[in-house]
């Protein structure tokens, strides 16, 4: 009696198990653009630092996530992490590469000083050039600016690389500051990076 109470025990577990399925990733949903909890980036595991929404006066631009191997909440620990990082962007309405390119540099004049964007204008100049192989952006696009230690910020869209690998940490940081500096593109994308929203 007890041994058959004992299987039909082991078999609803068993059903339960089978009928509870959780997915390999979650998902976070910032205005219909999904970004993955995890990302791999050489062969490190990142979390998901926070995701949000990039507008410029009404209309939706693109979702923008942030990978770091540990949560931080502070500009000065995202710049200061060590390991892989990842910025992720998916476009949300089509967007052309000279307005594109025309914000980003606007964004990094704005959160670097003189002496910092002098120290890293080749590797600027070097991702202008990026912008310059691409001539719309389109709805649905993702972009990735992944900085791998050792080699450098390496840009891919829709998966396949973009440019060559810039070495330095500063330029990296300095992309970063777009949206965690003191005058970011977007007030309220800076906060839900940092995961405070």
Do not use: H
């Not at 507008?55 to 995202?78: H, M, N, R």
């Not at 025309?102 to 890293?120: Q, Y």
Request: glycine share 10%; proline share 4%.
């Amino acid at each position: 009696m007890r041994r058959r109470q004992l299987i039909k025990g082991l078999m609803a577990v068993a059903v339960l198990a089978a009928g509870v399925q959780s997915p390999a990733f979650a998902t976070v949903d910032v205005a219909g653009a999904k970004f993955d909890d995890i990302a791999t980036v050489a062969g490190k595991e990142l979390k998901l630092n926070g995701a949000g929404l990039r507008t410029k006066v009404i209309f939706k631009v693109y979702a923008a996530g942030l990978y770091l191997a540990e949560k931080k909440t502070t500009v000065p620990d995202v710049l200061g992490a060590t390991g892989p990082r990842r910025v992720s962007i998916i476009m949300l309405r089509d967007v052309t590469s000279d307005e594109f390119g025309k914000s980003f540099m606007e964004g990094l004049s704005s959160n670097t000083d003189k002496f910092e964007r002098t120290r890293i204008l080749a590797q600027t100049m070097k991702f202008g050039e990026v912008f310059a192989q691409i001539q719309t952006l389109k709805k649905g696009d993702q972009m990735l600016l992944d900085w791998i230690p050792g080699e450098g910020t390496q840009c891919y869209l829709n998966g396949k690389k973009l440019g060559e690998l810039m070495p330095d940490l500063a330029f990296y940081n300095a992309v970063l500051r777009i949206w965690l500096g003191d005058k970011p593109v977007d007030s309220s994308l800076k906060p839900a990076l940092l995961g405070e929203r």
